[in-house]
Structure formats: structure tokens, C-alpha cells
């Protein structure tokens, strides 16, 4: 065979071998792109889109039957004699002692546990001169045997007896975490509005985050400083006090406890993780609550008005509470108290009733005050604010 047949079926060969590589790819390319065009015609993922209205009913169907009217009576008489007329025609003072009047504080609350627990707000239980009930809402109701009110924050756990309805099985909220809310975060509040229309919903967003009010109500009467609550404008009507505020997967995550007395959709709560501290603090003491108590009010006095009044910065005694640990300790009205074991009032902002939270009930501190130009070094043993 000469070079010229040898190089004929080289040729050849190397075509066919190449026409066999071209083949397989274009194979390949058919398959990929068949599978592109059979992926491409499958209908998308089925996304689920829920409405407000679906998310609200959602929520209402959850934790409504775990909303609760607290309701308490009792008797007061007036403050001022008031005119009665005579049947003789003759008209006289009638003297309060001699006419009492009923009385009836509404609130709301949820219920905590199946054995009985109901959270509220401790404003809505203040009245030692009443009976408080309360009833669910499938309308069964229940005496209130027991009230646990904390001594810092208006919160209040009251405990009723499942038995008094038997087959009527109390259901538990869901506590939710309050240190993840974001303003413009959808919120629906729930309760009885103007102390009638039981399980009222409102729904809203969080307004703001971290503000200071007074809480109290007219159904209630008494008022107390809150720092760092949640602001909201889901409607919060007079007898909303201790009611849920929930995120939009049922979760409660704050107590309404106020509303603002000079404007329109702003109203406060708690938020549920200071609740879920007074629980901690309730169940940790087996079943009270236990917090560190000194015994005096103050006024914080800044390190620039120390110096225009030529004093120490620290917390000025406005006031001591009778039989308290300050009282039995010897710590005087006008005294300023500048340390509490060593640790500076004023330094970083730091305040007396911080400083006095982080100790025990009988914790026994050293608090460092000054009165008439002296500084004095006073030993005193913390009692239970629960107690005062």
C-alpha cells in the first residue's frame, strides 16, 4: 500500500471519530435543551398571600377565647354630704356614712396558664374594698381567689379556680418575644372597650418604642409611672387595661395598660417580656413576688445643677416611707445619696432604683450620703417592696 492510500484512510478515520464527537454533543445539547423547555412550561411555586382581614380573624379565632373580663364591686360613700329632700316638705344634709354607693371597676386580662393564672394589669385589681370576678369569653365566670400584684410594674397575676366550671378547660396565650418589634409592625388589640363590649378587636401598628407615661383609667382610678413601653395605634379603650396586644402570628406580645387623655389613637403596653420577668420573679419566689426594697423617693439631682447649687450629684431624699429599711437605717428627708456600695448615682446615668434592683430582698449594702456638708457611710438591709 503506498503513503497516498494510507493518508486517504488516515483521513478517513479521523472524520469518522470526529463526526462521533460532534454526534454525542449535539445529543447532549437536545437533552439539555428539551429539559430547559419542559422546566420552563411547569407553573410556578404556589405562593400563599394573606390579607389583613384573613391575618386578623386568623389571630381573633387564636386568642380571643383566652381574653377575660375582670370585673370588681364594692361599696364607697360619697366624699360630700349631698341635699335630701323630706316627704314633709322639708329638706336637709344627708351624711355620707349613711348612704352607700356601689361601685364597679372593669379591666380585661388573658389568661396564662390552664390551672388558673390570668395576667392583668395590677391597676385593674388596686381596690382592696372590692370582690373581683372574672369571666371568659364563652361567658363562664369565676371568683377571683387570689391576687399577686408586682411591686415595680403595673402587672398583676390573679388566680382562679378551674373547678368552678368543670368542662370548661381554660386556654393559654402564647407569649411572644418584645425585643425584636419594629415600628410600623402590625398589632391587634383586644379587650373590653369602655368596660362593656367584652373581646372588642382593634387592629393597628406599633407607633413607637421605649416611651414614658402614667397608666391608670377611669374605670380604675389609680395612675403609676411606666418607662419603655410599646406605643400603638390599635384604639386602647378605657377597660382595654390588661388586655392582649398581638403580633400578627398570635403571639402576645405586650399588656395594653393606657391610653393618651389628650389625643386620639395613641395608646401604651406593657411590653410582654417585662411580663414575662415578673413571672420569672413570681415563680422563682414560689408563687410571690419579691423585689428589693430601700424605702425612699428622690429626686436625681445632675451633676450640673450640683455644681450651680454648690452640692453632690446623687439622688435627693424627697421622702421616707414609715418602718422602711431607709427609715430604720436613719436616712433623712433632705439627705443625698451618693453611692450604694461604692458604685456612683449619676455616673452614666446611673439611677438609685437600678442600683437597688440588682440586689435581693436582704441584701444588706453600704449607701453613701451627704447631709449638712458631711459625707456619712450608712449599713442597710433591703426589704420587700411587696410589704410596703
Not at 478515520?13 to 422546566?39: P, R
Not at 383586644?190 to 414614658?212: E, H, K, M, P
Not at 410599646?230 to 377597660?239: S, V
Not at 413571672?279 to 450651680?308: D, R
Request: hydrophobic fraction near 40%.
Amino acid at each position: 500500500m503506498n503513503k497516498f492510500n494510507i493518508g486517504i484512510i488516515t483521513a478517513i478515520i479521523a472524520s469518522l471519530i470526529i463526526g462521533i464527537f460532534i454526534g454525542a454533543y449535539n445529543l447532549q445539547l437536545i437533552k439539555h435543551v428539551n429539559t430547559f423547555s419542559a422546566n420552563s412550561l411547569k407553573p410556578p411555586a404556589t405562593i400563599k398571600i394573606e390579607s389583613e382581614e384573613s391575618v386578623t380573624i386568623h389571630i381573633v379565632k387564636t386568642v380571643g377565647p383566652s381574653v377575660v373580663t375582670i370585673v370588681g364591686t364594692g361599696t364607697t360613700t360619697p366624699s360630700q354630704p349631698f341635699l335630701q329632700f323630706s316627704p314633709f316638705g322639708n329638706f336637709g344634709f344627708q351624711f355620707p356614712n349613711q348612704i352607700p354607693q356601689q361601685q364597679q371597676t372593669i379591666g380585661s386580662g388573658f389568661i396564662y396558664s390552664s390551672n388558673g393564672l390570668i395576667l392583668t394589669n395590677k391597676h385593674v385589681v388596686s381596690n382592696t374594698n372590692e370582690t373581683y370576678q372574672v369571666i371568659t369569653a364563652n361567658n363562664k365566670k369565676y371568683s377571683v381567689k387570689s391576687i399577686y400584684k408586682d411591686p415595680i410594674t403595673d402587672i398583676a397575676i390573679i388566680r382562679i379556680n378551674p373547678n368552678d366550671n368543670p368542662g370548661n378547660p381554660l386556654t393559654p396565650v402564647t407569649l411572644g418575644d418584645s425585643s425584636h418589634l419594629q415600628v410600623g409592625q402590625f398589632v391587634v388589640a383586644i379587650g373590653t372597650a369602655l368596660g362593656q363590649f367584652r373581646n372588642t378587636v382593634t387592629t393597628g401598628v406599633v407607633s413607637g418604642l421605649g416611651r414614658g407615661i402614667n397608666a391608670g383609667g377611669q374605670f380604675q382610678g389609680s395612675t403609676e409611672h411606666l418607662s419603655n413601653v410599646i406605643q400603638t395605634d390599635a384604639a386602647i379603650n378605657p377597660g382595654n387595661s390588661g388586655g392582649p396586644l398581638v403580633n400578627s402570628s398570635g403571639q402576645v406580645i405586650g399588656m395594653n395598660t393606657a391610653i393618651a387623655q389628650n389625643g386620639q389613637n395613641i395608646g401604651f403596653a406593657i411590653p410582654i417580656n417585662s411580663v414575662k420577668n415578673a413571672l420569672n420573679n413570681f415563680q422563682s419566689n414560689g408563687g410571690h413576688f419579691a423585689q428589693a426594697f430601700l424605702g425612699v423617693s428622690y429626686t436625681t439631682i445632675s451633676q450640673s445643677l450640683a455644681i450651680l447649687n454648690n452640692v453632690p450629684a446623687g439622688a435627693y431624699v424627697r421622702s421616707v416611707v414609715s418602718g422602711s429599711p431607709a427609715d430604720k437605717a436613719g436616712i433623712q428627708q433632705g439627705d443625698i445619696i451618693i453611692k450604694v456600695d461604692n458604685k456612683r448615682i449619676g455616673l452614666n446615668n446611673t439611677q438609685l432604683a437600678t442600683l437597688i434592683n440588682r440586689h435581693k430582698v436582704g441584701d444588706t449594702i453600704t449607701i453613701s450620703i451627704w447631709r449638712n456638708g458631711k459625707i456619712l457611710n450608712i449599713s442597710v438591709t433591703l426589704g420587700n417592696a411587696a410589704n410596703f
